[in-house]
């Protein structure tokens, strides 16, 4: 019988939910959110609200400074992706390595990254996927560290015809009390603007998170793979020593449960 392909839109949920989780982090790598998570060795997910069906889960491993170093996400028993993480010593992934994928076993695949720092700030950052494709960030304007702009080159290239398209995207990034305030992603191609913007708890995670969308589009962003809208708000459930538990999603009033957590 033919294996059924599994969406890996699902699967990249799966194995990446836990960092919609976390407030801000100190050394975080650019536009994502890492957490240390010290004296765990495992962490283990179980998702109530994507689509596919129940019985979604994940299972994280941890080193001994906290950090997830290799991520695989389930359907009921079987396998479906599993993915390793090298760190750099500001605790940056350097390299993130595909050793499985349920829809092509024998496909492996690797982005490597590559910084340059300011004291802990990163100022340059590549990102690196295959011999041919690449995506740079620089920083260009600090307006002491309230403000940062950064642009953006990512370099595909089109081996039918030997060109290599380059799409330019500028980020204004907005700071309050360590915390970011509103993120402005301007795609040049498009000449489009997006405008996300972020409430907090009052110990630091996120509660809220909305969009903008410039021009407004003329129909309703569609969310694949769990409940999503341009408006979300955030529920939490801590453990004794204050780690996420219970993970919920509020979209118009409706409450969604999304993960649970357990860690060991």
Same mark, same amino acid.
């Given at each position: 019988?033919?294996?059924?392909?599994?969406?890996?839109?699902i699967i990249?949920?799966?194995?990446?939910l836990?960092?919609?989780?976390?407030?801000?982090? +100190? *050394?975080?790598?650019?536009?994502?959110? *890492?957490?240390l998570?010290?004296? +765990?060795?495992?962490?283990?997910?179980?998702?109530?609200?994507?689509?596919?069906?129940?019985?979604?889960?994940?299972l994280?491993?941890?080193?001994?400074?906290?950090?997830?170093?290799?991520?695989?996400?389930?359907?009921?028993?079987?396998?479906?992706?599993?993915?390793e993480?090298?760190?750099d010593?500001? *605790?940056?992934?350097?390299?993130?390595?595909?050793?499985?994928?349920?829809?092509?076993?024998?496909?492996?695949?690797?982005?490597?990254?590559?910084?340059?720092?300011?004291g802990?700030?990163?100022v340059?950052?590549?990102?690196?996927?295959?011999?041919?494709?690449?995506? +740079?960030i620089?920083?260009?304007?600090?307006?002491?560290?309230?403000?940062?702009?950064?642009?953006e080159?990512?370099?595909?290239?089109?081996?039918?015809?030997?060109?290599?398209?380059?799409?330019?995207?500028?980020f204004?990034?907005k700071?309050?009390?360590?915390?970011?305030?509103?993120?402005?992603i301007?795609?040049?191609?498009?000449?489009s603007?997006?405008?996300?913007?972020?409430?907090y708890f009052?110990?630091?995670?996120?509660?809220?998170?909305t969009?903008?969308?410039?021009?407004?589009?003329?129909?309703?962003s569609?969310?694949?793979?769990?409940p999503?809208?341009?408006?979300?708000?955030?529920?939490?459930?801590?453990?004794?020593?204050?780690?996420v538990?219970?993970?919920?999603?509020?979209?118009?009033?409706?409450?969604?449960?999304?993960?649970?957590?357990?860690?060991?």
């Amino acid at each position: 019988m033919r294996k059924p392909i599994i969406d890996t839109l699902i699967i990249g949920l799966i194995t990446g939910l836990i960092t919609l989780l976390i407030p801000m982090a +100190v *050394n975080a790598q650019l536009f994502e959110e *890492n957490e240390l998570f010290p004296n +765990v060795k495992t962490i283990k997910g179980k998702y109530s609200n994507v689509s596919g069906g129940k019985g979604w889960r994940s299972l994280d491993y941890v080193d001994s400074l906290g950090r997830e170093t290799m991520k695989e996400s389930y359907h009921k028993r079987q396998l479906m992706s599993r993915h390793e993480i090298e760190y750099d010593d500001h *605790n940056n992934e350097i390299l993130s390595k595909h050793t499985f994928d349920y829809n092509d076993p024998q496909k492996i695949s690797s982005c490597q990254y590559a910084y340059k720092y300011s004291g802990d700030r990163i100022v340059y950052q590549c990102r690196k996927c295959s011999a041919n494709d690449s995506t +740079v960030i620089e920083l260009k304007e600090n307006l002491g560290d309230s403000v940062l702009v950064y642009q953006e080159k990512a370099f595909y290239h089109r081996p039918k015809t030997g060109n290599t398209d380059v799409y330019e995207t500028v980020f204004t990034l907005k700071y309050k009390n360590g915390l970011l305030t509103s993120k402005e992603i301007y795609k040049k191609e498009g000449n489009s603007k997006d405008i996300e913007t972020y409430e907090y708890f009052a110990n630091g995670r996120l509660q809220r998170r909305t969009i903008e969308r410039i021009p407004k589009p003329a129909q309703k962003s569609t969310y694949i793979g769990a409940p999503g809208s341009d408006d979300e708000y955030y529920k939490y459930v801590f453990d004794s020593k204050g780690r996420v538990k219970k993970f919920f999603k509020i979209i118009d009033g409706k409450r969604f449960k999304m993960t649970t957590y357990n860690y060991s």
